[in-house]
Structures are given as C-alpha cells and as structure tokens.
C-alpha cells in the first residue's frame, strides 16, 4: 500500500514537472524535473524508470534547443539506458535504471 501511495505522490510531482514543460517556460524548467529526483532520493524513493513527454509549439522552444537539452540529460544521467523512439509527431525517451546503479 505504501509503494501505491509513493508511486501516486510521484506521478503527480512529475506530472506538475511535466505540465510546465508544455508551457512558455523554456528549458530552465529541465531543472524542476532534477529538483523532484533529488527529493524523491533525498526521501528514500527510488525511481527505476521514468518518462518525459514534451509538447511545445516551434514559436515558444526550438526543437534544437531541446534536442540538445536532452543530449545533456542522457550524459548527465549515464546510469540509466535510455530507449529512444520518435515518430512524425513525437519523441520519446524512457529511462530505465541500469541493473546495480543507485
């Protein structure tokens, strides 16, 4: 029951992340995203697997902008093996905590 109620807590922190992300607020927001996975870790929460859905319009956010802001993501978060798929009107990544990374 309690790993229900953390998963919903979690979903809803990354939902909140993600709603701004669709928004005008441009790549800072990428930060909100690392500030929810270090007090997920400060709380003992561990996330093995988590997606990110971006939706934006051209005018508010390049599709370069991003593509490079991701590249840095997948970097950064090297211990995770990410599963990239995209689709003429999507780009999907899902990372997926590699066996033994913590």
Not at 5 to 21: E, K, N
Not at 48 to 64: D, F, M, P, T
Not at 65 to 74: D, G, M, P, S
Request: charged share 30%; hydrophobic share 35%; glycine share 4%.
């Amino acid at each position: 029951m309690k790993t229900n109620s953390t998963l919903i807590i979690i979903s809803i922190f990354l939902f909140s992340g993600f709603y701004h992300l669709t928004n005008v607020h441009g790549i800072s927001t990428f930060q909100e995203l690392e500030d929810m996975r270090k007090a997920a870790e400060k709380n003992n929460i561990d996330i093995q697997k988590w997606k990110v859905y971006i939706r934006a319009e051209e005018s508010n956010i390049s599709l370069n902008k991003i593509r490079k802001k991701l590249e840095k993501i997948f970097e950064e978060k090297s211990d995770y093996v990410w599963e990239k798929e995209a689709d003429q009107h999507h780009y999907q990544a899902t990372g997926v905590l590699a066996q033994g990374k913590k």
